[in-house]
């Protein structure tokens, strides 16, 4: 049984955007987590909340800033932002990993699940409405979140996870799990196509998700709009619908693309598409029933988030562009949808 735990840190509640860096004494270790409260929090309404998870040998405030920067999407979503801190681990060089080498006893899903009743004490948060992504070795540890914390989590990203032989041999399913994987062909750390006796490869990892959350078969797949034709990759679309709970399972196929989380404003990554808002439009479909407004919906791929506003005008070359007549421009909104539009005269 892990001995727990006292509040150092209390945050407290402001009518601005509250950033601050919490404390927690947990199972003999002092632990850190970055927090991130949007303006439109209200103690009187239920809160989603979002875990981001570094990669391996990463940083909170560093995933934060240079990476996953989720805060934007926050402001306009309303939903609060977590970022944990890994502990070093002894048996890989003190690297700071969720995942620890063997021989060990580290488990940071209890971790995890302290951080959701400790956050849960201070703010109003919608139990029903608790997400995890990750990067990396953080992605991998998103899996191990939704099988053995899958009570706690409704919807789960990985993006440039693998997933180990044997990650799925202890998952216990209590709900329908809505999973988003992103990947890239080319990925020398976590080999798209798995890595014998080590790694899944991601066609199996989804086939997981998608066959213990009876969805269809086959995926539905479209391509997504090659913004940026000079970032040498692109983006696929696989969509596994019609799950149990009406929930999806899904992946964005970065062909050509290394262990990297894409962005626009990530010059070495993927540009066509940003992670931070294709994780959150995907998980907060969810609750733990699964699609929310399951019953009462008869279409699938319904954002709940629809408000959005427009980033940029781009031409077929991905150049930007002003609104021209008669000519098929890419219209790119700040919630990662692009809209092929042509505007006649």
């Not at 890595?195 to 199996?204: H, P, Q, R, T």
């Not at 019953?295 to 954002?303: A, F, G, P, R, W």
Request: aromatic fraction near 12%.
């Amino acid at each position: 049984m892990k001995k727990i735990l006292f509040l150092l840190c209390i945050p407290c509640l402001g009518l601005t955007q509250q950033l601050s860096t919490e404390n927690i004494f947990y199972d003999g270790n002092n632990r850190e987590y970055i927090i991130y409260v949007p303006q439109t929090y209200s103690p009187s309404v239920s809160t989603p909340l979002l875990f981001a998870f570094h990669g391996g040998s990463g940083f909170a405030n560093d995933f934060m800033n240079y990476e996953a920067d989720f805060r934007s999407v926050s402001d306009t979503a309303g939903f609060i932002l977590v970022y944990p801190q890994a502990l070093a681990d002894p048996n890989d060089g003190n690297s700071t990993n969720w995942i620890h080498k063997e021989p060990t006893n580290h488990n940071d899903i209890l971790f995890v699940e302290t951080l959701i009743n400790t956050i849960s004490s201070s703010y109003n948060v919608d139990m029903d409405r608790i997400y995890a992504c990750g990067y990396s070795l953080g992605g991998m540890f998103t899996y191990d979140l939704a099988c053995q914390l899958n009570s706690r989590i409704s919807a789960v990203a990985s993006v440039a996870g693998g997933a180990f032989i044997g990650a799925f041999n202890n998952c216990n399913l209590t709900h329908p799990t809505a999973v988003l994987t992103i990947n890239g062909t080319i990925d020398g750390t976590h080999p798209y196509s798995g890595l014998n006796g080590v790694y899944f490869s991601v066609s199996e990892i989804n086939n997981f998700w998608a066959t213990n959350n009876n969805t269809d078969i086959n995926p539905i797949i479209s391509q997504i709009p090659n913004i940026n034709t000079s970032d040498g990759s692109t983006v696929e679309r696989y969509s596994w619908q019609n799950g149990d709970g009406c929930v999806s399972v899904e992946e964005l196929k970065i062909i050509n693309g290394d262990h990297d989380w894409p962005s626009p404003l990530s010059f070495w990554a993927n540009q066509d598409i940003n992670a931070n808002i294709e994780v959150w439009n995907f998980v907060s479909k969810y609750d733990m029933m699964g699609l929310i407004g399951c019953n009462s919906l008869n279409i699938l791929n319904t954002n709940i988030v629809n408000y959005r506003r427009l980033e940029k005008i781009v031409d077929l070359l991905g150049k930007e562009a002003r609104q021209k007549a008669n000519q098929l421009l890419l219209y790119i909104y700040d919630d990662g949808t692009v809209v092929k539009k042509i505007i006649h005269k």
